[in-house]
């Protein structure tokens, strides 16, 4: 048998003995096409890392919060806005803090106030009427020789509210601004800083709590004067605004004691008044009602000369009225936000204890003590003749301090709230009394004043934003 050639197969190709393969991966890899969409596979990805030279790590030096060079600052656009501002921060140590809080509200529904009240016999500014303009420029608007003015009366301050928005604008604030940087202020005390919090609506705001530092100097201006002060009462006027000043102190925020008078501060009528129209008398009592909450009479006597009036009145009146009564707008609401932060209340009323008592338990008042009339049992009619100690201003303000002593209450965290002449004693002895669409006088004595439609707006003045206030009286 012929012997069968068997091929000879060729060899296995091989890597040369003096080359040596850098990878388990390349010795065995096979033929890789390339990636279609441009990325790197595992393969070309393990093969950078064989080549890449690894550095020494470097030395990481902890940050302490100071900047260095081995540490610069470094300033990252991170998309937020923040303004940093000192005015309300803690005071540096060894420093004291010297803030005043100035509550601008704006008299949003009550009507605009008087601007000029003239006596009977001057007319008014010659920018009013047409018939002052044609005196001679020489001589004041007066009637009478005998009053003849060393001047003109001053031009009556511009309504600036109607031309640059009926809230608290940024001209009204800047205007303010300004009147506090006119005012003396410690000598080396420095510049004048302020910021402020829209209470309620950020875009139109009506109430604003403005903090402004340092105060003006108390050896030429105390806060009682600053109250006071021309430039305050024409600020108001030109911009409709009430402006509330107080010092900053942590008491200013939590009040745990407030009073109130009762008739047209808790409700919104005079009860002596409602009773004398059940019997005709009611102008003649509703005058000397005006006179005594003037000031200009003396109130003991004046009432128990209105009281007299009421001689004959069937004494279940008082449950007739109840259906009469109408609280003032915010009230109910104010009472049950002030009970949930824990503060005591009472009303004081000139009035008669009957409603006043019902008044109290109807609102949830700790407190209520008024006037008791006297009737006659066989007929039940009213005597006219009052019982007991009537409560006038002496006493407004001391059943105040018994209550304060009683519940251990600082008077500096106690508010007094009324209208009259006969509150004015207990607002005085008060850390801070509040005139509620008052009488002149009181307004000008009172050291805050509210001119608004809603009571409800005293809890602001404690520093109580708009949903704040909402959550108390939920």
């Known amino acids: 048998m012929a012997d069968i050639d068997t091929p000879t197969r060729a060899g296995r190709p091989s890597f040369g003995t003096n080359m040596r393969s850098r990878s388990y991966l390349q010795e065995h890899q096979q033929y890789r096409p390339p990636q279609q969409d441009g990325h790197q596979g595992i393969d070309s990805i393990v093969e950078g890392i064989q080549n890449a030279k690894i550095d020494a790590p470097k030395t990481i030096h902890p940050y302490n919060g100071v900047p260095s060079p081995k540490s610069p ?7 937020l806005n923040h303004t940093l501002s000192h005015t309300n921060c803690q005071p540096a140590p060894g420093h004291r803090s010297d803030r005043l809080i100035a509550t601008l509200i704006y008299k949003t529904k009550a009507p605009r ?10 007319s008014p500014s010659p920018a009013l009427t047409a018939k002052s303009r044609e005196l001679p420029p020489n001589l004041a608007p007066v009637r009478t020789l005998s009053n003849f003015p060393l001047e003109p009366p001053p031009p009556d301050p511009e309504p600036l509210d109607h031309l640059y928005g009926s809230y608290i604008s940024p001209l009204c604030l800047t205007s303010f601004l300004h009147l506090i940087a006119s005012l003396p202020t410690r000598q080396g005390s420095e510049t ?23 105060t003006p100097d108390p050896t030429y201006l105390t806060l009682e004067d600053l109250r006071k002060h021309e430039l305050i009462y024409r600020f108001e006027r030109e911009w409709n605004v009430d402006v509330i000043l107080q010092a900053d102190t942590v008491l200013r925020r939590y009040p745990r004691l407030v009073v109130f008078d009762m008739d047209s501060t808790l409700i919104e009528q005079e009860v002596i008044d409602l009773i004398a129209a059940s019997i005709g008398v ?7 009602t005006a006179r005594a909450m003037n000031g200009e009479l003396d109130f003991s006597s004046s009432f128990k000369e209105r009281v007299m ?5 069937e004494a279940d009146i008082f449950t007739k009225l109840r259906t009469v009564i109408t609280p003032t707008k915010g009230v109910k609401e104010l009472i049950r936000g002030l009970k949930r932060m824990g503060v005591k209340t009472a009303v004081f009323s000139g009035g008669f204890i009957p409603l006043t008592q019902w008044l109290a338990d ?9 006037n008791t009339i006297a009737s006659d049992p066989t007929t039940n009619l009213l005597t006219g003749e009052v019982v007991g100690t009537i409560v006038n201003a002496e006493r407004k303000r001391d059943l105040m301090l018994e209550i304060a002593e009683k519940e251990k209450v600082p008077l500096e965290q106690v508010i007094a709230v009324g209208d009259g002449a006969n509150d004015l004693l207990m607002m005085k002895a008060a850390g ?10 009181v307004q000008m004595e009172a050291e805050a004043r509210l001119n608004g439609d809603s009571l409800l707006d005293l809890l602001h003045i404690f520093g109580l934003t708009a949903e704040e206030v909402q959550t108390l009286i939920r």
């Open 73 to 79: 600052p470094k300033i990252i656009d991170s998309g």
């Open 113 to 122: 106030a008087t601007i000029t009240d003239y006596p009977p016999d001057r």
């Open 192 to 214: 004048l800083i302020s910021s402020h919090r829209c209470l309620d609506n950020p875009t139109h705001p009506a109430i604003v709590e403005l903090t402004v530092s340092p």
């Open 282 to 288: 009611e102008d003649k009592v509703s005058a000397i």
């Open 309 to 313: 009036l009421l001689k004959g009145v």
């Open 362 to 370: 109807h609102l949830g008042l700790d407190y209520a003590f008024a």
């Open 432 to 441: 801070l009394g509040v005139a509620w669409n008052a009488k002149p006088l």
